[in-house]
Nanobody, 129 residues
Framework: QVQLVESGGGLVQAGGSLRLSCAAS????????MGWFRQAPGKEREFVAAISWRGISSYYADSVKGRFTISRDNAKNTVYLQMISLKPEDTAVYYCAADRRTVSTRVVNFREGKKYDSWGQGTQVTVSS
């Protein structure tokens, strides 16, 4: 499994922007599908965005489409989540997740948490109104 460390969270006013980063250990990062999830207080974890191992395909939750952009730099073993036009409802702990694309997980929908076998500790994003 890969080790994941998120950074870039913080407090921002509504309408503001943040860029989250997720640094991964190991030499095989470029073969992992990557995802971002979030969990707000009292709510279940939800899918935010995902990107395929080669960066060709990306997926977004309807609630963030057009405002968030996921990208990856395989040379730096890092995946990013650029967030603009932030809203108070975006407040949550954001988690990075990695799928090493086993025979069973590579066919699981990117939006499902069970696809991913490595998770970071999370970074807090708070959007004030």
């Amino acid at each position: 499994q890969v080790q994941l460390v998120e950074s870039g969270g913080g407090l921002v006013q509504a309408g503001g922007s943040l860029r989250l980063s997720c640094a991964a250990s190991g030499r095989t990062f470029s073969s992992y599908d990557m995802g971002w999830f979030r969990q707000a207080p009292g709510k279940e974890r939800e899918f935010v965005a995902a990107i395929s191992w080669r960066g060709i395909s990306s997926y977004y939750a309807d609630s963030v489409k057009g405002r968030f952009t996921i990208s990856r730099d395989n040379a730096k073993n890092t995946v990013y989540l650029q967030m603009i036009s932030l809203k108070p409802e975006d407040t949550a702990v954001y988690y990075c997740a990695a799928d090493r694309r086993t025979v069973s997980t590579r066919v699981v929908n990117f939006r499902e948490g069970k696809k991913y076998d490595s998770w970071g500790q999370g970074t807090q994003v708070t959007v004030s109104s």
